[in-house]
Structures are given as structure tokens and as C-alpha cells.
């Protein structure tokens, strides 16, 4: 009954050993090697066969290592390979030859009256010779991903969910926002001189307290946007041992994404006293416990990992909680995430400011009313959710009979065309990983990013290829959503992705913060309605190219790519066979332990997760029909508890669950009760100061009324009306809340 999103492994409880069985050594034992590894490498249907990228966050298998070892193995072959390689990638590959190939563009791009223009003069030609028989059909519109035709109803729903009274101002520049001189001088290190669109219209809003609902284009400094007012309040928390508290929770996706948050924050916050603090799985357990526990201001976290904190580490609440952002918001709001936010949501005070953001952001009330939102501001900078201005899209087609030819289209353009700063986008693990070996055996410097490397792995590929040590980045959807990595030029991908969302996040990792990017997508004859959706949707009809290989370049580099096979097969059988005598070696030093330290290791308390076996398994089996990042890519990893302990509490109010708890532990036999009642009693004297019974004006009976517990508290970073400075006057410690956008602990 535990749970650690540290590992895969971790999360069991160890099994009591059983001494009584003899492990018997079988001398007839083989490593099991079953089915042709590359079978699929070329194909579609990857997820069948067994995954053979190393899963063990421990000691990670590094591939590096097994290709270079088998290279110095071939070392004259090889030799002999290279350089045949190096003379045909020279001057014939980038002759300007223009034949028509098997990899053409649909026509749908001709019907939309799309620019066709030669996106690279080495191997790009315009090809219109089959218009007519592959236009759209008639009712092709019907097929378009997302519905924008919006009932009256509707229209009427999101009248009364959303705020629109509230103005929103226009600021061209950080100083009219009076922001607090730290914070000035932060956005100066950092060269912002004047907000984006979406942070213009956010910060002055989002300082009033007010809930909010943001979407932007990919690449548009959302997050600045949202921790910009987050800061600025937070200048004026109440200070002191006695105030100290986490007041505000960034929940993001991905583990990578939470890195990434927390830097750009660190960096916004560098000249103020607020802390942070990292809680994303994959990371230390034990040292972020100890950071929790000085009560940080901010946690930014990814859901499984604050889940485990929650329950787990006993000094660790969101009582004072008072502003909860959501970035990423349609994701963490989809299936795969609903029940982890369900949980998390019962643990923040009512009372929060709720901010969501997102640049496929939806405004579905049926969607947001999950979040219990109260009376949110509408920000949709870019309402149509299109690419950003500087993005050029371009599209290979992949005929259905030629679908075995992608991995050398890819190759061909990797060698020839985009040899640096790109990002290659694969549907699953395996086909990256795969993908990554014959990069490799090809001399082409890659590092992969998906959820079956460890977490330090992760984040080694990532870092390299910031540093530019790795020219391509080969990735799942992991890498897909909000990872601003500075002078990526293209985005490739590999598939087109099934959710015209998640093509958008792919080629937003490109043409960011104003700047110009190229995305190539192999559209094959299945993607035609999202071609045509991606179409619709774009900045600019003149930003559509469509990309034609040369037939003879295709051919060269298939057979390549076929002649790699044998070798690709070996480095994964290579790679398997050390991954499970490693395998061998750890359950060989797991049960040396057990003996050592039996005593010790069950005596530790088990750590519990929110949701029984059963439900755990049923929501990954929904995480995988899902969208986006399959589980164990997010922070939630799939050995998160394999035997959870049932929830007794559960859907219980976090009041309810409190008195229950409370009344079972005095009931408790021995210390465990006494000790955890006065955790709990601790963590309540902990929390800043409510502000006791405050005295309100009953309108209707003119009577004083006295506020319900929960009101308003003390030490409320947010006591402060900051709207008054946007009149010029500073809010002082010790304001009282006025204009604000809701009273505390008003019902939502
Ligand atoms: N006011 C500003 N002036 C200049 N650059 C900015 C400004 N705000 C943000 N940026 C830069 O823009 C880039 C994109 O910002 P950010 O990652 O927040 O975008 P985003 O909208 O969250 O993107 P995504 O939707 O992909 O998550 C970052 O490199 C950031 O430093």
C-alpha cells in the first residue's frame, strides 16, 4: 500500500520474504529474446510488442554506450559504411532535381486555395498533378476535428458562468501595471520590456484577485503571465514565522514542464524573499519533504508527486492555499488526469483564485465548471487557436503503400535539409528509441525524451540538446506541451498526431516569442481530415507549403535504413540482455537487503495513495485512450502504488474527512493516534491566522452577521486590494480587502 512516483518500481511495498521456499538456481536458464525487434521499426502497430527501453531509473542502460561498443566491434566496416554515406549525402543530395515521387502533398491543400510555394530550393518542387483525384470530399467540413458552431444555449451558459463586467485594460508597457520595483528589474534581467498580449491582459486582472480562464498562442509567455501578479501579491504576504505558509500551487503535466516552471519563476523572483519549491515526480522524495516543510510560498508541481506529498508527508497542506494556476489547463483537465485533480482540488480552501491557462485552452462550461471556478475572466488572446505568425508549415505526403518508406523520408530530411535545432515527434516510445539507434548508427547526434528513461535521463537528453551538444531531439508528446527551448528552428513530426490540440503543442515548440520556425509533417492517407483541420487553422494561408522528396533520394535512403536492420536488431538485443542482468543484479541486491534490514524496512509506515487498485487500473486504462502524454510520461508514474490502500475518506469534504480522522485516532489504541492528532493539531496551529469573526452587514435584515469560519484569514497574501494601484496608490501590509473579486471563503 504504497505509493512513490520516484520509479516504475517503486510504489509496491518490498514482500515479506518467504524463507521457507528454496530458490532453486536453474543452470538451464537463458535471457529470453522474443520477436524481430526492427519488425516494426518501419510500420505502424508498435504497441504490441514488448518495450525494449530500459525502464529502470536506477542504473539506466545507457544506448550510447551499446552503439559505440558494437561500432568499435565493426570498426572497419563501419568505416567502409561511412564512408560511402558521406559521399552520397554530398553534392547529389542536394542537387536541385525535382521529379515527381511517391511522397507528395494531398490536394487538400489545392481546394483551399493554400499557398504551394517550394518551401527548399534543394528538395522541395510543387506537385498538383493529381488534384482531382484526391480532393475532398464534399462532406470532408463535417470531418473537421472540433465543432465551432455554438448553440444558443450554450452562449447563454457561458453568459452567466463568466465574468464580463470586469474591464480589462491594455497596457503596452510593464510600468503602467505598477508593478513593485523587484519584480521591474527582474522583467529588465530578463529583456522583457513590454508584456505579450495574453500578459497584458492577465496580470492587471489576475492581481485583483479574479478567476481566470487564459489562452494564447503556443510560445506567447503565458507563464510570465500568470507568475508575474502571482509575485506581486505575494510582496505583500504577511511575514513572520507564524505566517509562513504555501500560498500558491502551479500544477503543470509534465515533470520537464515543472523544471521549467520553476526556473522561469526563480528567475521573475530572483530580487524578492519568495520561495519555491519543485515537487515533481522523478526528483528527490526525501529532499523535497524537507523543502515542504519550511512552508514554501510556491509549490509548482505535477499531480501524482503532490498527491504522494499530501498524503504522505505530514507537515505538508494547502490550507492557506489562496491561488491555484493551472497551467497546461486542458490537459490537466482531461480524462487522464481527472481523478488526480478531483483529489487535489478537495485538498485547496474554496476560497482560492483559480487561474487556467492554456493555448488550446477550451471554454467549455461543462469543462471548467470541474474546477469550481468562480465567476472567471474570460482572456482568449487568440480565440481561433491557430499557429504562431512566424510558423511556416510544411507536409509530406506518405501514400498507404509507402508508409514503410517514413523512417527514410526522415532520415533523408535530417541529413539533408534540417541538421540542427529540431525536434523529431514520434507516436510512441518504442519508435523513438528505435528511431534514436539508427540515428545513431548513421552518425547523426541525437538524444531521445520519452517516459520509459528515467527521470535523470530525461532530463540529460533535454539538457543536451539545449546545449546544442545533441543536433535532434527524438520525442513522444512528453516533449509536446509548453517546453521553451531557445533557437529550435523545426519541429518534424513523424506522424501526425491524432488531436488537432496536440499538433498545435508539437509545432509550438517552434517560431516562439515572435521568432520565425518551420514544422514538416508526413501526412499519411488516414490524416487527411486533420490535414485539412491543421489547414483551417493556420496564422496564414501563405505560411502552407507542402514538401516533395525526390524519388531516387527516397529510394537511396530506404535502402539504407533496410541495411541497418540487422545491426538496429543487435544493439536492442544488446541492450535488452544488459537491461536484465542489471534486472538480475538489483533483485539480487533487493533481497540481500531485505535480509540485512527486514526488521527496519517493515517498520517504516506505508505510504498510501487516494485510489484503490482497481480504480488505478481502470483510470490508466482510461489515461491510454486519452490524448497526449501516455502514463509514466506525466508526473504520475504507473507504479504509483500497484497495491493502494481504499480510501475509506473518500468523497468525503476535507472537513468531514478531518472530524472522521480525528475521532478514529482518539479511538486508536497506543501512540499512533496521539502522534497523528498532534500532527494535525500542529499543522492547524501552523496556519496563518484566520482573521477571526469578521463583522459583515447583513443587507437583507441590516443585523451584523458574523462570518462563517473559514472567512478570511490573517497573513492572507491577498488581504491587500492591489486594484487600488492601478490608480497609483500601493497597497500596504495590513490593507483591508476592498473591490476584490470575491470575498473569501465565498461559496462557489
Ligand atoms: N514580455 C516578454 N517579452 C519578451 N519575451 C518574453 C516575454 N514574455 C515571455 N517571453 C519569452 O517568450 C518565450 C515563451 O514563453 P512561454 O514559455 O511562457 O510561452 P507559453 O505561452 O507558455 O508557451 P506554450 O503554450 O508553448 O506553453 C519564453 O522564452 C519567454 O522568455
Given at each position: 500500500m504504497t505509493v512513490d512516483s520516484d520509479s516504475d518500481e517503486q510504489g509496491q511495498r518490498p514482500k515479506k520474504p518467504n524463507h521457507d521456499q528454496e530458490v532453486e538456481f536453474d543452470p538451464d536458464f537463458r535471457f529470453e529474446l522474443v520477436g524481430d525487434l526492427y519488425a516494426d521499426l518501419l510500420h505502424s502497430?508498435?504497441?504490441?510488442t514488448p518495450d525494449t527501453v530500459n525502464k529502470m531509473s536506477k542504473n539506466p542502460i545507457s544506448i550510447e554506450e551499446v552503439i559505440a561498443r558494437r561500432k568499435l566491434k565493426h570498426a572497419s566496416a563501419k568505416r567502409k559504411r561511412v564512408d560511402e554515406y558521406e559521399s552520397e549525402s554530398g553534392t547529389s543530395d542536394c542537387s536541385t532535381e525535382r521529379s515527381t515521387t511517391d511522397c507528395e502533398v494531398p490536394d487538400e491543400f489545392k481546394g483551399e486555395g493554400a499557398s504551394l510555394e517550394?518551401?527548399?530550393?534543394?528538395e522541395a518542387s510543387v506537385d498538383d498533378s493529381d488534384s482531382q483525384q484526391d480532393s475532398p470530399s464534399e462532406d470532408d467540413d463535417s470531418l473537421s476535428v472540433e465543432s465551432e458552431t455554438e448553440t444558443q444555449a450554450e452562449k447563454d451558459r457561458k453568459a452567466v458562468f463568466f465574468d464580463l463586467e470586469t474591464r480589462q485594460d491594455s497596457h503596452s508597457s510593464f510600468l503602467t501595471m505598477n508593478l513593485s520595483r523587484p519584480l521591474q528589474r527582474a522583467l529588465t534581467s530578463l529583456g522583457f520590456v513590454s508584456p505579450t498580449p495574453i500578459q497584458a491582459s492577465t496580470i492587471p486582472v489576475a492581481l485583483l484577485g479574479k478567476d481566470v480562464v487564459g489562452n494564447a498562442v503556443t510560445g506567447s509567455g503565458k507563464t510570465a503571465a500568470f507568475i508575474i501578479p502571482i509575485l506581486e501579491r505575494l510582496l505583500y504576504r504577511e511575514k513572520g514565522n507564524n505566517a509562513t505558509a504555501t500560498r500558491c500551487l502551479i500544477l503543470v503535466p509534465t515533470r520537464e514542464l515543472a523544471v521549467q516552471c520553476f526556473e522561469v519563476g526563480s528567475k521573475l523572483a530572483a530580487y524578492t524573499d519568495i520561495r519555491f519549491c519543485l515537487a515533481a515526480g522523478g526528483l528527490s522524495l526525501k529532499s523535497q519533504e524537507a523543502a515542504l516543510r519550511t512552508r514554501p510560498d510556491i509549490v509548482i508541481a505535477t499531480p501524482g508527486r503532490l498527491i504522494d506529498h499530501l498524503r504522505n508527508s505530514p507537515s505538508f497542506t494547502l490550507d492557506a492555499l489562496d491561488v491555484l494556476v493551472l497551467d497546461e489547463a486542458d490537459r490537466m483537465l482531461s480524462e487522464g488526469f481527472a481523478d488526480e485533480l478531483n483529489e487535489i482540488i478537495k485538498s485547496c480552501p474554496v476560497s482560492r483564485q483559480t487561474m487556467l491557462f492554456s493555448a488550446t485552452m477550451t471554454d467549455s462550461v461543462d469543462e471548467l465548471v470541474k474546477m469550481s471556478l468562480n465567476k472567471p475572466v474570460r482572456l482568449f488572446v487568440d480565440p481561433k487557436r491557430t499557429t504562431a505568425k512566424g510558423l511556416i508549415q510544411e507536409f509530406v505526403r506518405v501514400r498507404a503503400e509507402k508508409e514503410s518508406n517514413r523512417t527514410a523520408l526522415l532520415v533523408a530530411l535530417c541529413k539533408r535539409t534540417f541538421r540542427q535545432r529540431v525536434i523529431v515527434f514520434f507516436r510512441s516510445k518504442k519508435l523513438a528509441h528505435q528511431v534514436r539507434v539508427v540515428f545513431s548508427l548513421l552518425d547523426m547526434n541525437a538524444a531521445e525524451l520519452h517516459g520509459d528513461l528515467s527521470q535523470e535521463q530525461r532530463l540529460k537528453a533535454l539538457q543536451s540538446f539545449r546545449d546544442g551538444q545533441a543536433d535532434f531531439l527524438l520525442a513522444t508528446d512528453l516533449a509536446s506541451r509548453g517546453l521553451d527551448i531557445k533557437g529550435i528552428e523545426t519541429v518534424i513530426n513523424y506522424d501526425m498526431p491524432n488531436q488537432f490540440e496536440q499538433y498545435l503543442h508539437r509545432v509550438g515548440r517552434t517560431a516562439r516569442a515572435g521568432k520565425s520556425g518551420r514544422s514538416i509533417t508526413l501526412v499519411g492517407e488516414s490524416d487527411r481530415k486533420m490535414l485539412k483541420s491543421v489547414m483551417k487553422h493556420s496564422?496564414?494561408?501563405?505560411n502552407i507549403r507542402h514538401r516533395v522528396i525526390p524519388a531516387d533520394v527516397v529510394l537511396k535512403w530506404s535502402k539504407k535504413v533496410d541495411e541497418l536492420k540487422g545491426e538496429v536488431v543487435a544493439v536492442l538485443h544488446e541492450e535488452k540482455e544488459e537491461k536484465q542482468l542489471l534486472q538480475a543484479d538489483m533483485e539480487l541486491k533487493k533481497g540481500q537487503n531485505m535480509l540485512e534490514h527486514e526488521a527496519e524496512i517493515f517498520s517504516r509506515p506505508a505510504r498510501t495513495w487516494f485510489q484503490t487498485e482497481k480504480e488505478k487500473a481502470r483510470a490508466a486504462g482510461r489515461k491510454q485512450g486519452g490524448n497526449g502524454i501516455a502514463p509514466g510520461e506525466s508526473g504520475i508514474s504507473p507504479g504509483d502504488s500497484l497495491k493502494p490502500k481504499r480510501d475509506k475518506y473518500a468523497g468525503l469534504s476535507r472537513k468531514v474527512k478531518r472530524r472522521k480522522m480525528a475521532i478514529e485516532a482518539e479511538q486508536e489504541p497506543g501512540q499512533k493516534g496521539a502522534i497523528d492528532a498532534a500532527i494535525r493539531s500542529a499543522k492547524r496551529q501552523a496556519r496563518p491566522g484566520k482573521v477571526g469573526k469578521v463583522q459583515t452587514k447583513n443587507a437583507a435584515g441590516g443585523r451584523k452577521k458574523v462570518a462563517s469560519k473559514g472567512t478570511s484569514r490573517v497573513g492572507d497574501a491577498f488581504n491587500h486590494d492591489l486594484s487600488a494601484k492601478r490608480e497609483g496608490i500601493r497597497a500596504r501590509k495590513g490593507d483591508a480587502i476592498g473591490g476584490m473579486g470575491r470575498r473569501k471563503g465565498g461559496k462557489r
Amino acid at each position: 500500500m504504497t505509493v512513490d512516483s520516484d520509479s516504475d518500481e517503486q510504489g509496491q511495498r518490498p514482500k515479506k520474504p518467504n524463507h521457507d521456499q528454496e530458490v532453486e538456481f536453474d543452470p538451464d536458464f537463458r535471457f529470453e529474446l522474443v520477436g524481430d525487434l526492427y519488425a516494426d521499426l518501419l510500420h505502424s502497430d508498435l504497441e504490441r510488442t514488448p518495450d525494449t527501453v530500459n525502464k529502470m531509473s536506477k542504473n539506466p542502460i545507457s544506448i550510447e554506450e551499446v552503439i559505440a561498443r558494437r561500432k568499435l566491434k565493426h570498426a572497419s566496416a563501419k568505416r567502409k559504411r561511412v564512408d560511402e554515406y558521406e559521399s552520397e549525402s554530398g553534392t547529389s543530395d542536394c542537387s536541385t532535381e525535382r521529379s515527381t515521387t511517391d511522397c507528395e502533398v494531398p490536394d487538400e491543400f489545392k481546394g483551399e486555395g493554400a499557398s504551394l510555394e517550394v518551401a527548399d530550393k534543394d528538395e522541395a518542387s510543387v506537385d498538383d498533378s493529381d488534384s482531382q483525384q484526391d480532393s475532398p470530399s464534399e462532406d470532408d467540413d463535417s470531418l473537421s476535428v472540433e465543432s465551432e458552431t455554438e448553440t444558443q444555449a450554450e452562449k447563454d451558459r457561458k453568459a452567466v458562468f463568466f465574468d464580463l463586467e470586469t474591464r480589462q485594460d491594455s497596457h503596452s508597457s510593464f510600468l503602467t501595471m505598477n508593478l513593485s520595483r523587484p519584480l521591474q528589474r527582474a522583467l529588465t534581467s530578463l529583456g522583457f520590456v513590454s508584456p505579450t498580449p495574453i500578459q497584458a491582459s492577465t496580470i492587471p486582472v489576475a492581481l485583483l484577485g479574479k478567476d481566470v480562464v487564459g489562452n494564447a498562442v503556443t510560445g506567447s509567455g503565458k507563464t510570465a503571465a500568470f507568475i508575474i501578479p502571482i509575485l506581486e501579491r505575494l510582496l505583500y504576504r504577511e511575514k513572520g514565522n507564524n505566517a509562513t505558509a504555501t500560498r500558491c500551487l502551479i500544477l503543470v503535466p509534465t515533470r520537464e514542464l515543472a523544471v521549467q516552471c520553476f526556473e522561469v519563476g526563480s528567475k521573475l523572483a530572483a530580487y524578492t524573499d519568495i520561495r519555491f519549491c519543485l515537487a515533481a515526480g522523478g526528483l528527490s522524495l526525501k529532499s523535497q519533504e524537507a523543502a515542504l516543510r519550511t512552508r514554501p510560498d510556491i509549490v509548482i508541481a505535477t499531480p501524482g508527486r503532490l498527491i504522494d506529498h499530501l498524503r504522505n508527508s505530514p507537515s505538508f497542506t494547502l490550507d492557506a492555499l489562496d491561488v491555484l494556476v493551472l497551467d497546461e489547463a486542458d490537459r490537466m483537465l482531461s480524462e487522464g488526469f481527472a481523478d488526480e485533480l478531483n483529489e487535489i482540488i478537495k485538498s485547496c480552501p474554496v476560497s482560492r483564485q483559480t487561474m487556467l491557462f492554456s493555448a488550446t485552452m477550451t471554454d467549455s462550461v461543462d469543462e471548467l465548471v470541474k474546477m469550481s471556478l468562480n465567476k472567471p475572466v474570460r482572456l482568449f488572446v487568440d480565440p481561433k487557436r491557430t499557429t504562431a505568425k512566424g510558423l511556416i508549415q510544411e507536409f509530406v505526403r506518405v501514400r498507404a503503400e509507402k508508409e514503410s518508406n517514413r523512417t527514410a523520408l526522415l532520415v533523408a530530411l535530417c541529413k539533408r535539409t534540417f541538421r540542427q535545432r529540431v525536434i523529431v515527434f514520434f507516436r510512441s516510445k518504442k519508435l523513438a528509441h528505435q528511431v534514436r539507434v539508427v540515428f545513431s548508427l548513421l552518425d547523426m547526434n541525437a538524444a531521445e525524451l520519452h517516459g520509459d528513461l528515467s527521470q535523470e535521463q530525461r532530463l540529460k537528453a533535454l539538457q543536451s540538446f539545449r546545449d546544442g551538444q545533441a543536433d535532434f531531439l527524438l520525442a513522444t508528446d512528453l516533449a509536446s506541451r509548453g517546453l521553451d527551448i531557445k533557437g529550435i528552428e523545426t519541429v518534424i513530426n513523424y506522424d501526425m498526431p491524432n488531436q488537432f490540440e496536440q499538433y498545435l503543442h508539437r509545432v509550438g515548440r517552434t517560431a516562439r516569442a515572435g521568432k520565425s520556425g518551420r514544422s514538416i509533417t508526413l501526412v499519411g492517407e488516414s490524416d487527411r481530415k486533420m490535414l485539412k483541420s491543421v489547414m483551417k487553422h493556420s496564422a496564414s494561408d501563405d505560411n502552407i507549403r507542402h514538401r516533395v522528396i525526390p524519388a531516387d533520394v527516397v529510394l537511396k535512403w530506404s535502402k539504407k535504413v533496410d541495411e541497418l536492420k540487422g545491426e538496429v536488431v543487435a544493439v536492442l538485443h544488446e541492450e535488452k540482455e544488459e537491461k536484465q542482468l542489471l534486472q538480475a543484479d538489483m533483485e539480487l541486491k533487493k533481497g540481500q537487503n531485505m535480509l540485512e534490514h527486514e526488521a527496519e524496512i517493515f517498520s517504516r509506515p506505508a505510504r498510501t495513495w487516494f485510489q484503490t487498485e482497481k480504480e488505478k487500473a481502470r483510470a490508466a486504462g482510461r489515461k491510454q485512450g486519452g490524448n497526449g502524454i501516455a502514463p509514466g510520461e506525466s508526473g504520475i508514474s504507473p507504479g504509483d502504488s500497484l497495491k493502494p490502500k481504499r480510501d475509506k475518506y473518500a468523497g468525503l469534504s476535507r472537513k468531514v474527512k478531518r472530524r472522521k480522522m480525528a475521532i478514529e485516532a482518539e479511538q486508536e489504541p497506543g501512540q499512533k493516534g496521539a502522534i497523528d492528532a498532534a500532527i494535525r493539531s500542529a499543522k492547524r496551529q501552523a496556519r496563518p491566522g484566520k482573521v477571526g469573526k469578521v463583522q459583515t452587514k447583513n443587507a437583507a435584515g441590516g443585523r451584523k452577521k458574523v462570518a462563517s469560519k473559514g472567512t478570511s484569514r490573517v497573513g492572507d497574501a491577498f488581504n491587500h486590494d492591489l486594484s487600488a494601484k492601478r490608480e497609483g496608490i500601493r497597497a500596504r501590509k495590513g490593507d483591508a480587502i476592498g473591490g476584490m473579486g470575491r470575498r473569501k471563503g465565498g461559496k462557489r
